[in-house]
């Protein structure tokens, strides 16, 4: 920020602050408003979760209009530059909305009303900028939710020019970054629409092709199913290695999460894994109920815990690939969720009647290993996708960085 044109100024944000007490303050903290206090309707409380990068989040909260009124120190109106104090990419701001109507901001939202003579838009994006966030970063302090007082706040450095300069800055900035926007909204649309390709060609692969009738989990396996076990992790180090849930989330078997437990290895000798054991989440959130995986790992090399189901395949009438490969399309995982049962708030469950009541298909061992390969080309295909997308993000913010970094030195 020292390279900056002759007739910019480098300023803190506090110097740019309107004439007017608290022209910039926090939200109240304690007991003045909890949750508590929401209600389904009346003026609205701005929370961090409205604090998008540059944009106002619609995420809406409400208080009364009479605890509104005792609140008006910490009001917010049209155009206000909203700061969050705790979260990532500090100092992330947005503007408050036109349509915004009677707002205050809560704690660790901060609310900085601006003088006349500088553009809110200006602030914001220079908050934006690399300089500032590398500055920011330097600046968090604390464990577990790092954040920025208000006193950092209040010092955020910010290039100032004329108004007239920040003005026509701003229009060019708005065009560039509208379009990266666009892009952006593109590289979106293009994920949602890999998704659902990878999903509905996974789907006809599996279920169409060489089909002999269908059958019962159940009748195609081994040996009955198992739950888990879970246990306490161990305190000493001594003791049997034990996957998490995290191990199966992705409906791919990693050995990343796992954790030694002190448990009666007599109690789980029937639970050690086998490569190629399929791993049914039994518990999870609605979406990520029924998630299935195989396990990849060394025989005898770990335990499962009671979130996970375990099936192991009759290999002379299914592989476990293929066995996998069903249980995770769409058509098998819809069913599996519609199984799920909980009580209201609780996360919803399926049990082994759920799992093995669900019906595959099963064809010839030749045409399952071909369903198996196709299926494979269609996860490498949506990799590639995937990649190709998430580097085509990374240019887009290269490019955004960029730019703000140009636009707040004079050179664009």
């Given amino acids: ?242 996957l998490t849930l995290t191990s199966v989330t992705r409906n791919s078997f990693t050995d990343a999460f796992t954790k030694i437990v002190t448990v009666d290895e007599e109690r789980v000798r029937d639970l050690w894994l086998r490569e190629g054991d399929i791993l049914v989440q039994r518990s999870n959130t609605p979406e990520l109920v029924g998630t299935t995986a195989i396990y990849r790992g060394p025989d005898d090399w770990a335990i499962f815990p009671d979130l996970l189901i375990r099936l192991r395949a009759n290999v002379k009438r299914v592989s476990p690939d293929f066995l996998a490969a069903v249980m995770r399309t769409e058509r098998a995982h819809r069913r599996l969720r519609s199984q799920a049962k909980g009580l209201a708030g609780s996360m919803p469950k399926i049990d082994q009647a759920a799992i093995g009541s669900l019906l595959v298909p099963v064809p010839s061992v030749a045409v399952q290993a071909d369903v198996v390969s196709q299926v494979s080309d269609i996860e490498d295909g949506y990799n590639r996708l995937i990649s190709e997308a998430q580097a085509a993000v990374r240019r887009v913010e290269s490019l955004r960085r960029a730019l703000l970094a140009a636009a707040f030195s004079g050179q664009l």
């Avoid at 917010?76 to 700061?83: C, E, P, Q, R």
């Fill in 1 to 242: 920020m020292n390279n900056l044109p002759r007739d910019w100024d480098l300023v803190s944000l506090n110097e740019l602050q309107a004439d007017e007490p608290r022209a910039i303050t926090d939200g109240p903290f304690g007991s003045h408003l909890t949750s508590a206090h929401y209600t389904e309707q009346g003026p609205r409380v701005v929370r961090l979760q409205n604090i998008g990068d540059g944009r106002f989040v619609d995420a809406r909260a409400h208080i009364s209009r009479q605890h509104f009124e005792s609140l008006r120190a910490h009001e917010v109106v049209a155009g206000d530059l909203l700061v969050a104090s705790l979260g990532h990419d500090p100092p992330r701001a947005c503007l408050a909305p036109s349509a915004l109507g009677p707002a205050i901001v809560k704690a660790d939202c901060i609310r900085v009303r601006l003088k006349a003579s500088v553009d809110p838009r200006w602030v914001m994006y220079a908050l934006q900028t690399p300089a500032v966030r590398r500055w920011a970063s330097n600046k968090m302090y604390g464990v577990g939710r790092p954040r920025l007082g208000l006193k950092t706040i209040r010092a955020i450095p910010v290039p100032l020019p004329p108004l007239g300069e920040q003005r026509r800055i701003v229009q060019i900035l708005e065009d560039h970054l509208s379009r990266l926007d666009a892009a952006s909204a593109n590289v979106s649309s293009s994920l949602i629409r890999a998704q659902g390709w990878r999903r509905s060609a996974t789907d006809r692969v599996v279920w169409s092709e060489g089909a002999e009738g269908l059958l019962a989990v159940a009748d195609v396996l081994a040996e009955k199913m198992r739950n888990g076990h879970s246990a306490r992790a161990s305190t000493t180090g001594a003791g049997i290695r034990a």
